[in-house]
């Protein structure tokens, strides 16, 4: 059974960072694809990094140059380093993965990926 934790939300003020830390479990995760989502109340939910089993990247637009996603595969660990972070940033944030080969242009929608974390909450404030 696949099983996904995710950790290190939680508040803070405009301009600081955060990092997000996700557990995998229950499946070969060196070969999935991973990412990470955030929801916001009322909206829906958005692709905002993710990496491929040989580490290629994307970003959603609003954080490039600001999020860095990586995979540590001998810890079955994937990762969300937040710099530079906004009050729109704030969410809940979800880790995801899947068994699929995605194309590049496919790696940041929700249903492309069958399993889900929890989420863990980040509050920033102005």
């Known amino acids: 059974q696949v099983s996904l934790v995710e950790s290190g939300g939680g508040s803070v003020q405009s301009g600081g960072s955060l990092r997000l830390s996700c557990a995998a479990s229950g499946y070969m995760y060196s070969s999935y694809y991973m990412a990470w989502f955030r929801q916001s109340p009322g909206k829906e939910r958005e692709g905002v990094a993710a990496v491929g089993s040989v580490g290629s990247t994307n970003y959603a637009d609003s954080v490039k140059g600001r999020f860095i996603i990586s995979r540590d595969n001998a810890k079955n660990t994937l990762y969300l380093q937040m710099n530079s972070l906004k009050p729109e940033d704030t969410a809940m944030y979800y880790c995801?993965?899947?068994?699929?080969?995605?194309?590049?242009?496919?790696?940041?929608?929700?249903?492309?990926?069958?399993?889900w974390g929890q989420g863990t909450q980040v509050t920033v404030s102005s």
């Open positions: 995801a993965a899947t068994a699929r080969q995605l194309s590049y242009w496919s790696r940041l929608l929700a249903p492309m990926y069958n399993y």
